[in-house]
């Protein structure tokens, strides 16, 4: 298995762009989940899927995040406008139930 | 959401001594994880303990877990620097949460 693949592995934007992170969760989870690590907030829960439906998304900062999963292999975090404080790295995660398997993550620089 | 919370903070120690964790949280669970993150990586689980157990080892780690307390510990015997990581607990019941982590840093 290849495990949870995000991507891209960079970003670097400009502020007032879209950006859309990407993650393909493993085959047969289903939950996941999408956070955020920043050092002065650690890591944060934004938002979590079970079957594909979206359960908890009280973590999505604001207005500007939006996440979906339209399948179960794959899933979409969207900044649209960002701004220099979404600049993180952004995991996404999957499990069934059990211990999470996380990918490498996205690094979001904007500017 | 809610998280877990983690003590110490930071943690510094010499190669050779073993390292202790704290985790408390809020809910009731059906099990508790920790997990290893070094530095610019992802998270990898390193131990799963369930509500009825009490201990689980697993190489140098051992675990325990006192539900009344809503605790867990890690440590870690025999430290290495390579250790050195972030380390993370997370619990799994109605909802998921993850602690705010603990730095490590063992100095060879």
């Known amino acids: 298995d290849a495990g949870v693949i995000q991507s891209p592995r960079h970003e670097v934007t400009e502020m007032g762009q879209e950006v859309t992170l990407r993650c393909k969760p493993i085959?047969?989870?289903?939950?996941l989940f999408w956070y955020r690590q920043t050092m002065m907030r650690g890591l944060e829960l934004l938002i979590y899927?079970?079957?594909?439906?979206?359960?908890?998304d009280s973590g999505m900062p604001e207005d500007r995040f939006s996440a979906k999963m339209p399948n179960a292999s794959f899933s979409t975090l969207k900044i649209q406008p960002s701004e220099p404080r979404d600049s993180a790295v952004y995991f996404c995660?999957?499990?069934?139930?059990?211990?999470?398997?996380f990918g490498s993550g996205t690094r979001l620089t904007v500017v | 959401s809610q998280q877990g919370e983690e003590d110490p903070q930071a943690l510094s120690i010499q190669e050779g001594e073993n390292a202790t964790m704290n985790c408390s949280y809020k809910?009731?669970?059906?099990?508790l994880q920790w997990y290893r993150q070094n530095s610019g990586r992802g998270l990898v689980h390193l131990i799963l303990i369930r509500s009825n157990e009490r201990e689980k080892h697993s190489g140098r780690l051992r675990v325990t877990l006192d539900t009344s307390k809503k605790s867990s510990s890690l440590l870690i015997t025999a430290s290495r620097a390579a250790d050195t990581a972030s380390y993370f607990c997370a619990t799994e019941g109605n909802q998921f949460y993850f602690g705010t982590g603990t730095s490590l840093t063992v100095i060879p």
């Open positions: 899927f079970n079957n594909n439906v979206p359960i908890d």
């Open positions: 995660a999957s499990t069934r139930r059990g211990s999470y398997t």
């Open positions: 809910t009731s669970i059906n099990n």
């Open positions: 085959s047969g989870h289903d939950y």
